[in-house]
T-cell receptor, first 112, second 115 residues
Framework: DAMVIQNPRYQVTQFGKPVTLSCSQTLNHNVMYWYQQKSSQAPKLLFHYYDKDFNNEADTPDNFQSRRPNTSFCFLDIRSPGLGDAAMYLC???????????FGPGTRLTVT | AQTVTQSQPEMSVQEAETVTLSCTYDTSESNYYLFWYKQPPSRQMILVIRQEAYKQQNATENRFSVNFQKAAKSFSLKISDSQLGDTAMYFCAFTTTGTASKLTFGTGTRLQVTL
């Protein structure tokens, strides 16, 4: 089945230690998104790629960066995680012009 | 800026009953799309139903239907014959055309289906 895959599902990192979260998709969608979702809150868009075109949200901290080496993969890098970055990170994809998004299962990040 | 408001943080319904979740939104755009997403506990978010603003007919997907009132900017979700598997957080979301489908989410309604 075509899907959105996130690895790892659970990630523990230390305060200030860089961490990378991974997302891959078999849907061949040209748009990929990263969201941060804190407990019992709505997902908050961090950035998205339309093909290789990177689009950062105005309030996304500089600590968060992303890479999309090809259509299938997208990475979220947190350069120096703080305790406030502990959250669920959701990856989603869509086809430009189709509007609905397809979500991965998420990576739950714990910062110790 | 677009906003989405879900005024019911939590709701409960008995199995086989019907429940309606409320959502209102605010936008100055004329072309947009509305969605209900379901996020079960510890499971991934899935699309329940979508509504195009230009369509007057309310969308339905099996037991799920919406009441779309464009003038009132209201978009409620009705779940008929509720099942235990419907227990989840439900998010109302909005996007406009030409924004690479960037979603604006409401704060969610936690629905508990009980026996």
């Amino acid at each position: 089945d075509a899907m959105v895959i996130q690895n790892p599902r659970y990630q523990v990192t230390q305060f200030g230690k860089p961490v990378t979260l991974s997302c891959s998709q078999t849907l061949n969608h040209n748009v990929m998104y990263w969201y941060q979702q804190k407990s019992s809150q709505a997902p908050k868009l961090l950035f998205h790629y339309y093909d290789k075109d990177f689009n950062n949200e105005a309030d996304t901290p500089d600590n968060f960066q992303s890479r999309r080496p090809n259509t299938s993969f997208c990475f979220l890098d947190i350069r120096s995680p703080g305790l406030g970055d502990a959250a669920m990170y959701l990856c989603a994809t869509s086809v430009f012009g189709r509007f609905e998004q397809y979500f991965g299962p998420g990576t739950r990040l714990t910062v110790t | 800026a677009q906003t989405v408001t879900q005024s019911q943080p939590e709701m409960s319904v008995q199995e086989a009953e019907t429940v309606t979740l409320s959502c209102t939104y605010d936008t100055s755009e004329s072309n947009y799309y509305l969605f209900w997403y379901k996020q079960p506990p510890s499971r991934q978010m899935i699309l329940v139903i979508r509504q195009e603003a230009y369509k007057q007919q309310n969308a339905t997907e099996n037991r799920f239907s919406v009441n779309f009132q464009k003038a009132a900017k209201s978009f409620s979700l009705k779940i008929s014959d509720s099942q235990l598997g419907d227990t989840a957080m439900y998010f109302c979301a909005f996007t406009t055309t030409g924004t690479a489908s960037k979603l604006t989410f409401g704060t969610g309604t936690r629905l508990q289906v009980t026996l």
